[in-house]
């Protein structure tokens, strides 16, 4: 038994990895393209693990996918590969639209050819698990309820409009030729290994650099925050008892402000590394401009994950912040590399240009 993970050396799919090879002793292949927040470092501690194979390579080409699916057999692809980050779609979103809806299409027709290759018995039991965002479901006013699975798609930006194509395009290869599909809708992550373009690991690096700490518009945005442990958890389960066909959202069920979120981070700076002048590090903080269609609030409604599959986050959001600041603050090195580009050499090196 094996499963092929895609974009496993990303924020959350390396995170999944590393768990997935620390509780199973079922194999993983790990297809990742290795575009900048692709980080081979977050994967060290499994260099010489017999059970995990990294392959570089794109989602979007089928002859490096079938290769992969005809040699390892696996009962499962977890498609974790994506653009991501909301910034970057807005001013480039030609690469979301390639990565993200083509790049899909081309991977679930690949793992189509397969899946009808296989016999009777393994077609009922494979599993093509996409795993999404909350985002693709637009935004909320201070009232509204949290998103369920059954909301409306109303994606408001370049990249969650390609994610929540990508999700219809596995729903309807389900419906169509009858792929067992799962989906999964996930909050904001945050935990180790995080690339720092997003709020919470920039927040803490630019903190500790003597940087300002920039908030968008007045603060208030509100998201709720999923620890990406509890969020692996959850994926497993999914994957484990999960109905094919069924879409189940992951949240954290701790709605904060982007401004909460960037206070706790300094409060909890100001008691982990105390600045040598000891002032608090919210004097970094300072207000931008909002970025243009910034969805005011997100929120998550798990009941379905609780209910239906016995899960619900191990995690706080107190426990898990604390437990990002002081695994950033414990990483230098991997931080220092991200931030310097030096952990791009070792890809260079092995592959060229993997950009």
């Not at 009941?303 to 959001?317: N, V, Y």
Request: with cysteine; hydrophobic share 35%.
């Amino acid at each position: 038994m094996t499963i092929l993970v895609t974009g496993g050396a990303g924020f959350i799919g390396g995170n999944f990895v590393l768990d997935w090879c620390g509780v199973t002793d079922e194999p993983v292949v790990n297809l990742d393209k290795l575009t900048y927040a692709g980080n081979l470092e977050t994967l060290a501690p499994l260099r010489e693990h017999p059970g995990h194979t990294f392959v570089h390579g794109d989602i979007g080409d089928r002859n490096r996918v079938e290769q992969l699916l005809t040699r390892y057999t696996p009962r499962a692809v977890l498609n974790f590969a994506a653009e991501s980050h909301v910034d970057r779609s807005i001013h480039g979103p030609g690469d979301f639209i390639q990565t993200n809806i083509v790049g899909t299409y081309n991977l679930l027709e690949t793992v189509r050819s397969y899946w009808h290759g296989l016999s009777s018995a393994n077609r009922k039991e494979f599993r093509f698990l996409q795993i999404s965002t909350d985002e693709v479901y637009g935004s909320l006013s201070p009232s509204d309820p949290a998103f369920t699975e059954t909301n409306r798609y109303e994606p408001n930006s370049p990249y969650s409009a390609s994610k929540a194509a990508s999700d219809h395009l596995v729903r309807a290869w389900h419906h169509t030729y009858g792929i067992p599909v799962l989906t999964t809708n996930c909050s904001n992550n945050y935990g180790p290994y995080h690339f720092p373009e997003k709020l919470i690991p920039l927040m803490i690096v630019n903190a500790l650099a003597g940087k300002t700490l920039p908030v968008y518009g007045d603060g208030m945005q509100v998201r709720d925050w999923l620890y990406v442990k509890d969020h692996c958890r959850a994926i497993r389960r999914v994957l484990e008892a999960g109905e094919p066909g069924e879409t189940y959202n992951i949240g954290g069920w701790s709605e904060k402000t982007n401004l909460e979120i960037v206070h706790t981070l300094c409060a909890l700076l100001d008691a982990l590394r105390p600045k040598p002048d000891g002032c608090s590090y919210k004097r970094q903080i300072i207000f931008v401009a909002d970025r243009p269609g910034h969805d005011r609030r997100y929120a998550i409604n798990a009941r379905k994950m609780e209910h239906a599959l016995g899960w619900k986050p191990m995690e706080t959001f107190e426990t898990g912040i604390r437990k990002t600041v002081q695994w950033y603050l414990s990483n230098p090195e991997w931080v220092q590399n991200v931030q310097s580009g030096a952990y791009r050499a070792w890809v260079t090196k092995q592959y060229g240009d993997a950009g």
